[in-house]
C-alpha cells in the first residue's frame, strides 16, 4: 500500500483480499455480505484510517464546510456557553458546526470520531477520557484537530486549555485573605483533567498558608449541581462545618448553595462560597457568586479560530499549546460586594 496520499478503497481491498464491489457494499450497508467479512472490513478500513471517495472529494476541495465539535456533555451552561462562542465564529467565517457528545465514555468518543472522520474540514474535541498519542491513531494525519482542556503532553496536536491551576490557586489565596483557615472543596470527576488541576491549586495554596490541609473537607464531586447539593449535605452530617466552600465548578456551587439555604446556613455571613468558570447565571445569584472567570464563550471562538487556521494552512504547521489566563470574579457569596 502507499505509505504517502489518501488511502483509497482500492488500499482496503487488497488489505481485506476481497473485491472493490464488497467493500461498496459494505460502505453502503448492504445485507448482501456476511457479518465476519463486514467485520473484518471495518476493521482493516479504521486501521487504514480509509475515508469514502465522495466525502474525500469534499475534503480535497473543502466542500464540506463542516467542522466538527466533540464535547463530553451538551447539558449545562458551560457547554451551551463553548457550542455558542465557536458556532457563531464557524458563521462568521461560512462554515457550519456539526457537534457531537461523547457523554464522558471513551467507546462513544472513538464512534463520534470515526462518524465525523471524512465529514469534517477540522475537528475540535473536549474529552477527558482521550489522549493525543490515541487521536493521532486514529485520525487522517492532514486532519487539523484542536484539544480543548485535554491532556497534550505529546504535543501532536493544537490545544487550547483554561489555567486551571492558576485561577483554583487564585480563589483559595481570596478566601484566605478573608481569614478563613477551614476551607473546604467540592473536587470534579475523577480523572478529569480539568477537576485534578484545580484540586492541585486548591492544594497548594492551602500549603503555602497558615490553614491546615484537611483531607476530610476535600468533597467528592462530579461537575454537576446535584453533586455539589449532596457533597454539603455530607459535610454537615458529619459535624464537619469549614468556614468557606470552594467549589470546582460553578454548577456544584449552585447546589452547594441550595443545600446550605435549605439547612438554614447563611450564605456569606456563616460559610462564604465560591465556583470556577463564572457561567453567566452566576452575576445573577442572590447571593451573587464569586467565581473565577474563564471566559466560556470566548474559549468556543478561539478553538474555532485555531481550528480554522488550521484548516487554511492545510495542516501545515507546527502544533500550538495555548492557555487562557483564569481571572477572579469577585462578588458576594465570599463576603465582597458585589462590585468588588
Do not use: W
Request: hydrophobic share 40%.
Amino acid at each position: 500500500m502507499p505509505q504517502r496520499g489518501r488511502v483509497t478503497i482500492h488500499d482496503v481491498a487488497r488489505r481485506a483480499n476481497v473485491s472493490v464491489a464488497t467493500i461498496s457494499r459494505v460502505l453502503n450497508n448492504s445485507t448482501l455480505v456476511a457479518k465476519e467479512t463486514r467485520d473484518k472490513i471495518q476493521r482493516i478500513a479504521n486501521e487504514l484510517k480509509f475515508v469514502p471517495n465522495a466525502s474525500a472529494r469534499g475534503l480535497s476541495i473543502r466542500r464540506s464546510e463542516m467542522i466538527g465539535l466533540l464535547l463530553p456533555d451538551m447539558f449545562g451552561e458551560f457547554f451551551s456557553e463553548v457550542i455558542r462562542g465557536a458556532d457563531q465564529t464557524a458563521q462568521e467565517n461560512n462554515y457550519h458546526l456539526l457537534v457531537s457528545s461523547s457523554h464522558n465514555n471513551r467507546e462513544e468518543i472513538e464512534a463520534a470520531i470515526r462518524l465525523m472522520r471524512g465529514r469534517v474540514d477540522g475537528l475540535v474535541i473536549m474529552s477527558p477520557h482521550t489522549d493525543s498519542r490515541t487521536l493521532s491513531k486514529n485520525l487522517p494525519h492532514d486532519l487539523p484537530v484542536v484539544l480543548l482542556n485535554c491532556s497534550n503532553k505529546d504535543h501532536y496536536f493544537d490545544s487550547l486549555n483554561i489555567d486551571n491551576y492558576g485561577g483554583a490557586y487564585q480563589m483559595v489565596r481570596h478566601l484566605l485573605e478573608h481569614g478563613h483557615r477551614s476551607i473546604a472543596i467540592i473536587k470534579g470527576t475523577e480523572h478529569n483533567l480539568d477537576a485534578e488541576e484545580r484540586l492541585d491549586g486548591y492544594r497548594n495554596a492551602l500549603l503555602k498558608s497558615p490553614a491546615t490541609s484537611d483531607p476530610s473537607l476535600e468533597l467528592p464531586g462530579n461537575f454537576t449541581d446535584s453533586a455539589g447539593y449532596d457533597a454539603v449535605r455530607t459535610m454537615l452530617s458529619n459535624g464537619r462545618r469549614a468556614t468557606a466552600i470552594f467549589a470546582s465548578n460553578d454548577s456544584m456551587a449552585i447546589g452547594a448553595l441550595s443545600a446550605l439555604r435549605d439547612a438554614g446556613i447563611q450564605v456569606p455571613g456563616e460559610i462564604a462560597l465560591a465556583g470556577f468558570d463564572d457561567i453567566p447565571t452566576a452575576a445573577y445569584l442572590t447571593p451573587s457568586l464569586t467565581s473565577v472567570r474563564t471566559d466560556i464563550n470566548n474559549l468556543g471562538a478561539m478553538a474555532m479560530r485555531q481550528i480554522l487556521s488550521g484548516v487554511k494552512n492545510k495542516n501545515n504547521h507546527k502544533p500550538e499549546a495555548r492557555v487562557l489566563p483564569a481571572l477572579l470574579s469577585i462578588r458576594e457569596s465570599c463576603g465582597c460586594g458585589r462590585n468588588s
